[in-house]
């Protein structure tokens, strides 16, 4: 079958979505369910997790069994929180170590409302984005996502715009780089040192460090990650 069956529309999406296109993709099927007879689309992986398969055919080609649950679920939280979009590509850009566009993001256009929240009363506070955690489940921060994905140049840039780390205990080079790309350190006076946040399972970046060990040993073993 090529059609939807909530909406009629074909099931081959263009990579540019119209709007009510991609409502129908996370809306009608409830992420899960088929609308239309309500049988449960989703698999077990072999480690146990819930998974909807299809085929996926994009720039990159044909993939084959390919588990879209996980964008349909970040996709539609981000639809109730839009604010936090720029922190979910925060966290995307941490793993993939593109120092340029986390400094592009965090020095974006102050009046920009896409990083705003509001508090219990209401009223909107700005999100700060070096500080995010993974609200999706893992409550990884930005440092956290770095380490597992073994990004030596990210976690120096956060320890240094969102740590008390001191300065000598930076690499001159690494000084210097953060000067030429133009990032600014400012004051942590009453801001949360990043090192001391804690992940779903409460590992500080440095814990998480020590489990992985290999490139980080010699991290784990000075002061760098220990707030």
Same mark, same amino acid.
Not at 18 to 46: F, G, H, I, K, W
Not at 54 to 63: I, K, R, S
Not at 124 to 133: S, T, V
Not at 145 to 154: F, K, Q, T
């Given at each position: ?59 990159? =080609?044909?993939? !084959?069994?390919?588990?879209? %649950?996980?964008? $349909?679920?970040?996709?539609?939280? @981000?639809?109730? #929180? *839009? ?66 994905? =073994?990004?030596? !140049?990210?976690?120096?840039? %956060?320890?240094? $715009?969102?740590?008390?780390?001191? @300065?000598?205990? #930076? *690499? ?56």
């Amino acid at each position: 079958m090529n059609q939807c069956t909530a909406c009629g529309k074909s099931l081959t999406l263009e990579i540019e979505l119209e709007e009510e296109d991609e409502q129908c993709l996370l809306d009608a099927y409830e992420m899960t369910q088929c609308p239309t007879c309500a049988r449960n689309v989703s698999s077990r992986s072999s480690s146990g997790e819930e998974q909807v398969l299809c085929n996926l055919e994009n720039e990159g =080609g044909l993939q !084959e069994a390919y588990d879209i %649950l996980p964008i $349909l679920k970040e996709e539609s939280y @981000l639809k109730a #929180f *839009p604010e936090e979009r720029k922190c979910r590509a925060f966290l995307e850009f941490c793993a993939e170590g593109d120092v340029g566009a986390i400094l592009d993001l965090i020095n974006g256009d102050e009046h920009d409302d896409a990083g705003m929240s509001t508090d219990e009363e209401g009223a909107a506070k700005p999100i700060d984005i070096l500080r995010y955690q993974d609200s999706l489940g893992s409550l990884s921060t930005g440092l956290h996502v770095a380490i597992s994905n =073994g990004r030596e !140049e990210i976690v120096w840039l %956060l320890l240094f $715009l969102a740590s008390s780390l001191e @300065l000598q205990c #930076f *690499p001159p080079d690494v000084i210097q780089a953060a000067e030429t790309l133009g990032a600014s350190r400012q004051g942590q006076t009453g801001k949360v040192d990043i090192r001391v946040l804690e992940d779903s399972e409460h590992r500080t970046a440095e814990t998480l460090a020590q489990q992985l060990g290999g490139l980080w040993e010699s991290w784990v073993q000075s002061p760098r990650l220990r707030p």
